[in-house]
């Protein structure tokens, strides 16, 4: 950065994030208080009235641990004494038992509540998440050992929905930096240092890979995401086209077997997750099974995937039903 300041690059990044927004346009800063969404909600501050925009909060409180009421408090506090307005406390309730797992329960949960503010607040509202560089990094090393495809490798998307990332160039370092500049005190979260968590083990898994394979580590793994991405939008694309083409089902087995795997792949995602399938219960054993309805065909019955949905092939015609017999 040349010795450019952390909080004026937090600022400068935020700035290019929202320079296609219309004035007037409000923007929320989802803030937990850690250093990485205070600089966010401090540089939206510093950046929203200069761009004609208006700028809030939202702080969402988990209550997974016995002070998360009073550490979403000190954040939606901060938050204001940073300019921001409105700012918003959201409890929700983490389905601790979830098959996916603590952490990604606890992603739908805060995601789930964070859209439903900003419809609350009307319908031209953006959301900034304050994911950085070493998130994504982290994220594309758990692609890697999950083994799911492109998309898992590329990564978090800049924009999705109402939700923008304009941190995901810079990394912590700059944030606490930014903070330190500020005279803002993070909160530090202590399932940061939990290694049951999955993330705080790819933290530590790469902090070792950077030492012990040198610097580049993070980069390639950047580089690997903007990649990956731009792979799995094009065959996503391409997915759809042919999703459409083939109209609801039941498909044609002949008309299946014409589509390369990496299309199909795709098109049985989309089906299943059309017939009502959970997205994240969804996985690539599943569209695994589906296929083998055409590829390993020896009469075998129907498949059953998550959300109740079943796949059956009769008569050379692939069927997709939500609960057929419910």
Sequence with gaps: MGGEPASM???RAVRAELADLAPGTLVLAACSGGADS?????????????????AGAVCVDHRLQEDSAAVAGRAAATCRELGLDPVHVVSVTV?????????????TARHTALTATAADLGRAVVVLLGHTADDQAEQ?????TRGSGA???AGMPRRR??????LLDLDRTTTEASCDELGLTPWRDPHNDEPAYLRVRARAALADLTRDLGPGVRAGLLRTAELARADADFLE?????????????????????????????RVWRAALLAA????????RDHVRECDRLLTHWHGQGPITVPGRVWVRRSQGLIHVDADPYG
């Design 161 to 166: 929905d109402c939700f923008r990332r304009p």
């Design 95 to 107: 389905a601790t038992d979830s098959p996916s797992g603590l952490e990604a329960a606890a992603r």
């Design 38 to 54: 205070l600089a966010l909600a401090a540089a939206l501050a510093w950046v929203a009235p200069r761009a004609g925009l208006r």
């Design 237 to 265: 694309g391409e997915a759809q086209r042919h999703t459409a083409r083939l109209g609801t089902p039941p498909w044609a087995v002949a008309d299946l077997e014409k589509l390369p795997q990496a299309l199909r792949g």
């Design 9 to 11: 690059a937090c600022r």
């Design 276 to 283: 009502g399938a959970p997205p994240t219960d969804l996985t």
């Design 140 to 144: 594309v090393l758990l692609g890697l």
């Design 151 to 153: 998309r898992s490798l």
